[in-house]
């Protein structure tokens, strides 16, 4: 009897890891591939789907038709290393310490207790990667491989911190610190060229190598931010100069991408996102961006510094040709693909939420926030959006602009008036998209509950302009201090 019971419990036992590793296997079989394509300053106007005309972005439009585009789409902040903070953690920058763009000096990074969008999916065993543009810390302690990637090929930089750039004709690579990399950031930044083209390369080899797993890669173009720099295949190929140029390679490379799901048979459990790390450098004229109808542009908090193209792809789940006016913002995708995935969320207070109601267009589907809060310069509250998108206010600060000024053609920037001042100043934006007719005086009420609402952010995040410093900021990631 002992023998029949000990069979018994053998039998039992490979019963049942046989069930769970087929349910580990199923499970792994239906998680979902996640790609993020990031580009840089790339403004609101400047895809064909988005109103452009002067060139057109034929794979970015067919994405648009297979899935969902965004017109009310945010950045946390308009400017590069505090956007991709916010991105990839689904905080607002300034709560995980983050703030303005890290030059190659900086010993500062994102702090390695900061859970992002790679270490959240490897909970379920998925292979990551990044490819581009990091900008969250160089040092060998701050990059992507210390933050849940597998592999990282790129420049941790912007690439105008260069001697490229005209402004940085002293620049001398001898000058930065000796880690790890830096001959291939040296090699990168001096053949900027063929940088979509080799980025693109490495995101298709990723997914042959990776089609049979569950994946995530994060791909963050280094372009169009300036210097502007395009393949041969591209160059002239637009008929509107290097901008729009640069733009169609762009474009192609999204299509590339697409193109190597479909031929590995894996686009239909796919999610594709394709958006901007904030608004258009104005400055630089025809070596810019534009924002369609927009106010201001990067480094500001008003619309055209902060809303931005968001087109997603995913036909197992996400319905086609949708266009979805409810507000979103790029702290939400974090937790959205928690959702998905079904992995928990960060143990440290996180700021986005799930939206995946809004990205399947779900009848009835609201936002989730009561407001979404835009944070400038060092921990400077200067913005706030009502969570169904109809009302913004800004409160008193400095912001820089053109003016009305129009930018030269040859890629040098004109000088930007640091001191434009706006008072409070509340706008209607289902009326007034361009933020020209402040209504501050005719909606008191809308006025003090967004103002209710700021003052209970200030009172975690903290606020320079009101000298408030807040209690619930967490600490950057610093080998200095």
Known sequence: MKYVNCLLSLFCLFFSCTNQTEKKLVEKLSLPNIIVIFADDLGYGDLSCYGQEDYQTPYLDQMAKEGIKFTNFYVAQPVCSASRASLLTGCYANRVGVSGAYFPKDS??????????????????????????????????????TQGFDEYFGVPYSNDMWAKHPNNA???????????????VRYLSENQDSL??????????????????PFFMYVAHSMPHVPLYVSDKFRGKSGAGLYGDVIMEIDWSTGQIIEALERHNISENTLVVFTSDNGPWLSYGAHSGVTGPLREGKGTVFEGGVRVPFIAKWPNKIPAGITQEIPACTIDLLPTIAHWIEAELPTKKIDGKNISTLLQAENEAKNPHDAYYFYYKRNELEGILSGDGQWKLYFPHKYRSLEGRKGRADGQPIPYNYQTKTELALYNLEEDISETDNVVDKYPEVRSKLSVLADSMRTELGDDLQEIEGNEKRPLGNLVN
């Not at 002293?170 to 291939?184: A, R, S, W």
């Open 108 to 145: 500062v990074g994102l702090h390695q207790e900061e859970t992002t969008i790679a270490e959240l999916v490897k909970q379920k065993g998925y292979a990551t990667a990044m490819y581009g543009k990091w900008h969250l810390g160089h040092l060998p302690e701050f990059l992507p491989t």
């Open 196 to 213: 979509t083209t080799w980025y693109t390369q490495r995101a298709v080899n990723f997914i042959e190598s990776n089609h049979e797993r």
């Open 170 to 184: 002293n620049f001398k690579f001898d000058d930065l610190p000796i880690v790890e990399g830096t001959e291939t």
